[in-house]
């Protein structure tokens, strides 16, 4: 069993910064893929970025978002930079302990957060 809780949300001004955590516990998740997603009020649930070696993000997010992990802390970061309106939504943390599985579906993953609120004012 793995426990992650997310952190960081908050509200900011459009342009501003934001770096979301995941802490797991329960088991080690270094060697797997972590994943962020995030729902805003009416929409589905998107994927936003993963990383197991190295990270992915989606298209609406790469350039302004990083995903990194910090092994020793069994902890995951999303630092949001030049956020944006549409960026305001609630932010998932996810965790896939096995191989294989798409990085951008949210069905492959085995563990979810509690989810931590961004909102970006304009």
């Known amino acids: 069993q793995v426990q992650l809780v997310e952190s960081g949300g908050g509200l900011v001004q459009a342009g501003g910064s934001l770096r979301l955590s995941c802490a797991a516990s329960?088991?080690?998740?270094?060697?797997?893929?972590m994943g962020w997603f995030r729902q805003a009020p009416g929409k589905e649930r998107e994927f936003v970025a993963a990383i197991r070696s190295s990270g992915v993000y989606t298209d609406s997010v790469k350039g302004r978002f990083t995903i990194f992990r910090d092994n020793a802390k069994n902890t995951v970061y999303l630092q949001m930079n030049s956020l944006k309106p549409e960026d305001t939504a609630v932010y998932y943390c996810?965790?896939?302990?096995?191989?294989?599985?798409?990085?951008?579906?949210?069905?492959?993953?085995?563990?979810w957060g509690q989810g931590t609120r961004v909102t970006i004012s304009s």
């Open positions: 996810a965790a896939r302990m096995s191989y294989g599985g798409t990085y951008s579906v949210a069905k492959d993953y085995d563990y």
């Open positions: 329960g088991r080690t998740v270094s060697d797997y893929r």
